[in-house]
């Protein structure tokens, strides 16, 4: 079956740095189009960032050059790296297919970003 493991999560500072990891399985993971989502409290899911399966990206205005996704598909792994991070930043992020598979959802993993 399809799964999403995401991993990476933590409490940071703002202005620090972290890095997500998502292990997906179930899935031919090349040929499919990747997004990393997150969800604030009581907000709802927003896309961040996509990877095409050709490589290409694309970001949310609000994490544009801060936020870098990439994907090794040898690994079936999708990772997100976030620098600079904001306050703002706070939420419980998600992998997935775009557009998401909406039974797939994984735990997720949570962001705290505060002083």
């Known amino acids: 079956q399809v799964q999403f493991v995401e991993s990476g999560g933590g409490l940071v500072q703002p202005g620090e740095s972290l890095g997500l990891s998502c292990a997906a399985s179930g899935i031919i993971f090349s040929i499919y189009s990747m997004g990393w989502y997150r969800q604030a409290p009581g907000k709802q899911r927003e896309l961040v960032a996509r990877?095409?399966?050709?490589?290409?990206?694309n970001y949310a205005d609000s994490v544009k050059g801060r936020f870098t996704i990439s994907r090794d598909n040898t690994k079936n792994t999708l990772y997100l790296q976030m620098n600079s991070l904001k306050p703002e930043d706070t939420a419980v992020y998600y992998c997935n297919t775009e557009p998401p598979m909406q039974l797939q959802w994984g735990q997720g993993t949570q962001v705290t970003v505060s002083s």
């Open positions: 990877v095409r399966s050709g490589g290409s990206t």
